[in-house]
Nanobody
């Protein structure tokens, strides 16, 4: 069984900050979590889901251009948790944010998703 549980979403004014957390449990905890990439995606109403940020097993990070310099992804392997620190939030950051685990250390490679957490930024 695989579980990704997000938390930390909410309503914030433009310019504010939020920190999202995603804890992995079940089959992708422990060494599986440690040696695989994690990412945050978001989906706004009427739009396709898009990647926001990713972090590899070695800690290398990548960001969408729209969030560079404002968002920071990090991971705590001891807690099987990935974070997304979001600063200087804008109304266009409003979306449901999803945690993703991209598992390549078993066959076949698989993607797992959390249930999503709503982030709403008011102007």
């Amino acid at each position: 069984q695989v579980q990704l549980v997000e938390s930390g979403g909410g309503l914030v004014q433009a310019g504010g900050s939020l920190r999202l957390s995603c804890e992995a449990s079940g089959s992708i905890s422990g060494s599986i979590f440690r040696f695989n990439a994690m990412a945050w995606y978001r989906q706004a109403p009427g739009k396709q889901r898009e990647v926001v940020a990713s972090i590899g097993s070695g800690g290398i990070t990548n960001y969408a251009n729209s969030v560079k310099g404002r968002f920071t992804i990090s991971r705590d392997n001891a807690k099987n948790t990935v974070y997304l620190q979001m600063n200087s939030l804008k109304p266009e950051d409003t979306a449901v944010y999803y945690c993703n685990a991209h598992i390549t250390t078993w066959f076949p490679a698989s993607d797992y998703w959390g249930q999503g957490t709503q982030v709403t930024v008011s102007s």
